[in-house]
């Protein structure tokens, strides 16, 4: 398999800076505690299902008195915490003339561990006690350009409904409380000769389809032994990012993968032929279990494309800064 990158908040500096400076550009202005604005914020309407494009509906030039942040919708998923990974997909405009800073909605969504010294204390603030699923606004301006950021919160784990597998001819998989897989391969049990795929947890938005980048977390473990042979369930790995359908990392996954739901922990049995087979892998010859978490799915398409909106829903800026 394919060495998952580091996690990329090292290599992300830039952008980890960029996106600190869409949520407030110039922390150190940050320091003062912001004065109640004279006026009533302007209003930004944020529209667009989950998971697509969204659209600000303003009238440009605004300039916003503070910090604001506000609710678009709560998620529902797994509470974000203290060193947890989530994914965010960004979209942030330059108010005073409507023109994009940021959109990752056209290429992937950004990794980052929930941790202040990471994402910076706007960003960390805008996050923090909230749920993946959520879509959250923030506008302020900074450096004299207002900034609306527009924040969709994915899920750095599983999150569906669970089922139950009592084959007992199967590996058991137990979680930990931030999702960490922990796998235990049956004793005295000969591993099976063929791929073996089971649905550990059900996701409930769209199918992995042929073609796809994924993301996900993983562990790899050796029917064998038990031993782990991989995983990315650590503050020095980011999830990785692959596509399927091209026998890429190993061919089981093709399997496995395609047609389960984003949001899906998926089991996966591969004898040595599906998994390192024919490499130079010390593990060539070994049955790999792979627990499998998928996060993220999307065919990558041109900027250009229009993304079909959805209910409308309008947000007074709150202050955040009580």
Sequence with gaps: MTTPHRRRQRRHAATLAAAACVASLGLAACTDEPTAPETPAPVVAVSGEFGGVPTLTYTPPLTFPDRRSAVVWEGDGPAITDGSTVLLDLLAEDASDGSSVMNTHDSLPETYTFDETFLGPSLYDLLKGHRAGARLLLTETSNSTPLALVVDVLAGRASGDAVPNDDPALPTVTLGTDGTPTVTVPQDTDPPASVVVRTLVRGDRDQVTDGQTVIVQYTAVAWSTGEIIDTTWSRVRAPFVTLVGDSKPVAAWNQGLIEQRVGSQVLIVAPPSAAYGGTA????????????DILHASTLVA???????SDEATDEATDDSK
């Design 281 to 292: 892998s010390p593990w060539a010859d070994e049955t790999v279990v792979y627990v499998v």
């Design 303 to 309: 900027p250009d494309v229009e993304k079909q909106d």
